[in-house]
C-alpha cells in the first residue's frame, strides 16, 4: 500500500502534526498580500533560497528520457538514494499557459519532483507538447503516453508501476483534468493512477469569440460544463487546491469544480485553500518548510489505496 511505503519518510511531520508548520513566512505573505491577484512570478521565486539546489544527497535524477517521438515528449526521473523498491510515483505536469514551460527549470518545477522523492515516492517530471503547434487534446495524450511509459519502465528505478499519482498545475491541471474526464483518451495505462492533484485550473464557461485559447480555441466541448462532468463519472480520487489570490478565473472554476463534485459524497475531493498565496507561490513553496500545501497532501497520499 502507498500508505506503509511513505510512512518513514512522514513520520516526523506528523508526529509534530504539519498544523504547526503549515504557514507562509511572514515577509512572503506581506509581499504576496500586496500584489494581490497580479500573475507574479517573482513572488514564488521568493522561495528559491528556501529549498536546497541541485545537485541534492538523498536524490538522483535521471534526465531528458524520451516517452514518444516529439523532441518535448521527454521527462525526469527522481529517485530516492538507497534500494528500498515499489516506492509510489508522483508525474508532475508543469503550468505555462499552453504555450510555455519545463520540467526542468532554475527551481520550479525541480522542487516539485525532488520533494516527492524526498517523501517516499519516485518523482517523474514530464515535458509535453506545446500550443499553438500542437492543440486540443494532445496535452491529455501525452499524459497518458507518459503514464504508459512509466508503467512499463518504473519498476528498474524502483517505482511501483501499477501506484501512480498524477498532479499538475496551471495549464498542466487542465491537462490531467482533461485527461481524468476524457475517457475516450485513456489507455490500459489509466488503471495504475490512484489519484491525481489538481493545482489551479481555470475553464472557461464559454468560449471567447474575441480571444480564442491557444490550446482549446473556440470549441464549445473545452468548457468549465464539460471537465466537471467528466471529473463526476471518474472513479479516480481527487486532491484539488487552490491559492487564495489565484487570479478570480482560476478561484471560479475551482470553486464550483468542487461544489460540483461534492454533490456526490463519493467524488467529494480533498480540498486546500492555499491562504497568503498567489497562482505561482503555491507550488513554490513545495519542498519548503511551508507545509501548507504538502502536508495535507501527504496525509492525503498516505491514505491511497
Known amino acids: 500500500m502507498i500508505k506503509s511505503v511513505i510512512a ?35 513572488i514564488g521565486q521568493l522561495y528559491a533560497p528556501l529549498f536546497a539546489k541541485e545537485p541534492w544527497a538523498d536524490v ?19 529517485t530516492p ?39 517516499g515516492m519516485i518523482g517523474v517530471n514530464i515535458d509535453y507538447r506545446l500550443a ?45 483534468n482533461d485527461y481524468i474526464a476524457h475517457p475516450e483518451l485513456q489507455g490500459p495505462e489509466a488503471e495504475a493512477v490512484k489519484g491525481a492533484v489538481i493545482l489551479s485550473a481555470f475553464y472557461a464557461e464559454t468560449p471567447d469569440p474575441a480571444k480564442p485559447n491557444a490550446y482549446y480555441g473556440q470549441d464549445p466541448a473545452q468548457t468549465a460544463t464539460v471537465a466537471i462532468e467528466g471529473l463526476k463519472r471518474s472513479s479516480i480520487p481527487l486532491f ?7 487570479p478570480e ?25 492555499v491562504k497568503n498565496s498567489n497562482h505561482f507561490s503555491e507550488g513554490m513553496a513545495v519542498g519548503t518548510a511551508d507545509q501548507t500545501l504538502t502536508g495535507p497532501l501527504l496525509e492525503w497520499v498516505k491514505g491511497l489505496r
Open 132 to 176: 499553438p503547434k500542437d492543440v486540443w487534446p494532445t496535452g491529455a495524450r501525452d499524459i497518458g503516453s507518459a503514464i504508459a511509459w512509466v508503467h512499463a519502465n518504473i519498476a528498474n528505478y524502483g517505482g511501483d508501476p501499477d501506484r501512480i499519482i498524477i498532479w499538475g498545475h496551471s495549464a498542466g491541471a487542465n491537462h490531467v
Open 240 to 246: 484539488v487546491a487552490n491559492a487564495e489570490f489565484d
Open 60 to 78: 538522483t535524477v535521471a534526465r531528458d528520457i524520451r516517452y514518444g517521438r516529439d523532441p518535448l515528449q521527454k521527462l525526469d526521473i527522481y
Open 8 to 42: 518513514a519518510a512522514t513520520a516526523g511531520l506528523f508526529a509534530f502534526g504539519f498544523a504547526a508548520m503549515a504557514q507562509v513566512p511572514p515577509d512572503i505573505a506581506a509581499k504576496v498580500r500586496a500584489a494581490g491577484q497580479a500573475m507574479d512570478p517573482s
Open 81 to 119: 538514494v538507497g534500494k528500498s523498491k515499489q516506492r509510489p510515483v508522483l508525474l508532475f505536469v508543469h503550468g505555462g499557459g499552453f504555450v510555455r514551460g519545463d520540467k526542468h527549470g532554475a527551481f520550479y518545477p525541480d522542487n516539485i519532483t525532488a520533494w516527492g522523492a524526498q517523501n
Open 249 to 273: 478565473q482560476f478561484k471560479v472554476y475551482m470553486t464550483r469544480m468542487r461544489s460540483e463534485l461534492c454533490k456526490t459524497p463519493t467524488r467529494c475531493p480533498r480540498h486546500v485553500y
